[in-house]
């Protein structure tokens, strides 16, 4: 069955970029729509965006100026890449395959925090 | 973007149902029938429950259900038990310009 991984770097500082990536296995990253949500400690879920496998996006106006999600199709990954951040950007950071209209695989999620 | 309203906690007995709402506006789930419902416990990512207002995924108990009236849709489960107590999320299609949106989530407690 499909699987997701979250990976990338726990502690930001701010006004950097956050840099994550996540990895599909048990299956092909190809035809889906990908997805990217994140959850501060305690509070709710809010969608990032999605990517398609051929690139195309939808991004959260909220935070669209500061985001670039990626597909690299050859590694059956795809990224997030959130700039300009502060200590509201710490969250745990979860990405997840969009089946339909719903997300129906979700990775084990990682937490960043933004901090100096 | 404004997230679809929910009640902060709901809580029943075992073996009541209970019904979380998940109030919006014309532009999302008034428009669209589009919701899905998520479960999440402490610590971990959530799993939809609920699919295109209504649907089940395979493996979901038939004590979860999924309804909508006008504006608001609705997730109700039956027969309620102590593992359903965790975090219930919905969350819906809101238009070409807002994308998709979460509601703010609705804590489940089994007395």
């Known amino acids: 069955q499909v699987q997701l991984q979250e990976s990338g770097p726990g502690l930001v500082k701010p006004s950097e970029t956050l840099s994550l990536t996540c990895t599909v296995s048990?299956?092909?990253?190809?035809?889906?729509?990908w997805s990217w949500i994140r959850q501060p400690a305690g509070k709710g879920l809010e969608w990032i965006g999605r990517i398609f496998s051929n690139g195309a996006t939808n991004y959260n106006p909220s935070l669209k100026s500061r985001v670039t999600m990626s597909v690299d199709t050859s590694k059956n990954q795809f990224s997030l890449k959130l700039s300009s951040v502060t200590a509201a950007d710490t969250a745990v950071y979860y990405c997840?395959?969009?089946?339909?209209?719903?997300?129906?695989?979700w990775g084990q999620g990682t937490t960043v925090t933004v901090s100096s | 973007q404004s997230a679809l309203t929910q009640p902060a906690s709901v809580s029943g007995s075992p073996g009541q149902s209970i019904t979380i709402s998940c109030t919006g506006t014309?532009?999302?789930?008034?428009?669209?029938?589009?919701v899905s419902w998520y479960q999440q416990y402490p610590g971990r990512a959530p799993k939809v429950m609920i699919y295109e207002g209504y649907k089940r995924p395979s493996g979901v108990s038939n004590r979860f259900s999924g309804s909508k009236s006008g504006s608001t849709a609705s997730l109700t489960i039956s027969g309620l038990q102590a593992e359903d107590e965790a975090d219930y999320y919905c969350y819906s299609y809101a238009g070409s310009s807002t994308n998709w949106v979460f509601g703010g989530g609705t804590k489940v407690t089994v007395l």
């Open positions: 997840a395959r969009v089946y339909g209209l719903e997300l129906d695989v």
């Open positions: 048990g299956g092909s990253i190809s035809n889906y729509y």
């Open positions: 014309s532009n999302d789930i008034g428009s669209y029938n589009l």
